[in-house]
């Protein structure tokens, strides 16, 4: 594992695509994850941007995602509950079920061989076209190196 190569294009893709002015992503985490490997190995928070991630969230949401019920279960990430809305190859969105926000909430989570990478994002139809866009820069540099 290349982890300067994966903190460099973390950090360079972090600083245009997540924050609160303007752009794509209100938040955005990266999860090592080898769905093959033993389960000794504990997935990690691996970068973090936006969001301070709580390990056992994080450990339930990799639970969410290695027991596969994407449409007959919800996840949460923070203290948002998030139902599965579409379901891809190697990604999947989710709309926020307990939102304050009048435009609601969503999530999209991207899987590569090595890590989970979660976008979270404020709005609608628009919104979650910027932030798709965002994610799949992310993504194609991740698939590259076969991360």
């Not at 938040?27 to 969001?51: K, Q, V």
């Not at 203290?79 to 969105?93: A, D, L, R």
């Not at 009048?102 to 139809?125: C, D, M, R, W």
């Amino acid at each position: 594992m290349d982890w300067g190569f994966v903190n460099r294009n973390w950090e360079k893709w972090a600083c245009n695509n997540v924050g609160f002015d303007g752009e794509p992503l209100k938040a955005a985490l990266l999860i090592n994850y080898d769905p093959t490997g033993p389960s000794r190995l504990l997935s990690t928070i691996a970068e973090e941007e936006g969001i301070e991630a709580d390990p056992i969230e994080v450990g339930e949401f990799v639970n969410f995602i290695k027991r596969g019920n994407y449409q007959s279960e919800s996840f949460f990430i923070e203290s948002n509950q998030y139902v599965v809305t579409s379901i891809h190859e190697s990604w999947f969105c989710g709309r926020c079920m307990n939102t304050s926000k009048p435009a609601g909430e969503g999530a999209i989570v991207y899987k590569t061989p090595s890590f989970l990478f979660v976008a979270l994002y404020e709005g609608s139809i628009g919104a979650a076209s910027r932030a798709m866009a965002a994610v799949d820069r992310f993504a194609c540099q991740l698939e590259r190196r076969n991360f």
